[in-house]
């Protein structure tokens, strides 16, 4: 069974202090890892897709690194404006691309 | 500008009393998909659709309709709702392997 497992499920940082968020994953055939970041009571809102292992993406203080078996968003010099819930997801292995399973999220609150 | 749309935002009802949420797109993408977002549990799917008249189930079908009659609507169908269906939605769409988009979510009690 494909399987999304993201830690921690909760993290607090001051401002200005940089971290990594994890988001493992267990299915066969990687087609795609997908963030997202999510803020209260919002739809998900896209932050980067990685395709293959190495692969690495940023945008303004994130970036996205990929390996075979896990991906991590770096954080660096974190703003209050940060604070939301980060998600990852991957496509199901053995069917289509379009199915879609999600991680729970990690919950990141950046105190000024 | 590009956008999920989402109706009604916040709908309470009685169970067993059929109610449909609808959801459309105005950037002309053949995948929509909707899903339930619940504590602890995290985003599952519910349903999907590749195109017009072609739709498939993800991880929690049971007690959910969808019909694709049109490339932009999406409405996801409750016919008997029960109360372990209170949930936020969201409906979601995009062209391929492109950006993901998502609807602000239609927060449904169910008493």
């Known amino acids: 069974e494909d399987q999304v497992t993201q830690s921690p499920e909760a993290l607090r940082l001051q401002e200005g202090e940089s971290s990594s968020l994890n988001c493992s994953y267990t299915v066969s055939g990687l087609r795609g890892l997908f963030w997202y970041r999510q803020d209260p009571g919002k739809g998900p809102e896209f932050l980067f897709t990685l395709y293959s292992a190495g692969e690495e993406k940023e945008k303004e203080r994130l970036k996205a690194t990929l390996t075979k078996k896990e991906s991590f968003l770096h954080i660096t010099a974190p703003k209050p404006e940060d604070s939301a819930t980060y998600l990852c997801?991957?496509?199901?292995?053995?069917?289509?691309?379009?199915?879609?399973?999600f991680g729970k999220g990690t919950l990141l609150t950046v105190n000024p | 500008e590009a956008q999920v749309t989402q109706n009604p935002r916040y709908l309470i009802t009685v169970t067993g009393k059929k109610l449909t949420v609808t959801c459309s797109q105005n950037?002309?993408?053949?995948?929509m998909s909707w899903y339930r977002q619940d504590p602890g549990l995290g985003l599952r799917q519910i349903y999907y659709s590749m195109n017009v008249e072609v739709t498939d189930k993800g991880d929690v079908p049971e007690g959910y309709k969808v019909s694709r009659k049109e490339k932009r609507n999406f409405p996801l169908i409750l016919e008997s709702p029960s109360p372990n269906q209170t949930s936020l939605y969201f409906c979601?769409?995009?062209?391929?392997?492109?950006?993901?988009?998502f609807g602000p979510g239609t927060r449904l009690l169910v008493l």
């Open positions: 950037m002309n993408h053949e995948y």
């Open positions: 997801a991957v496509p199901n292995s053995g069917g289509s691309n379009y199915k879609l399973t």
């Open positions: 979601a769409s995009r062209a391929g392997q492109e950006t993901q988009y």
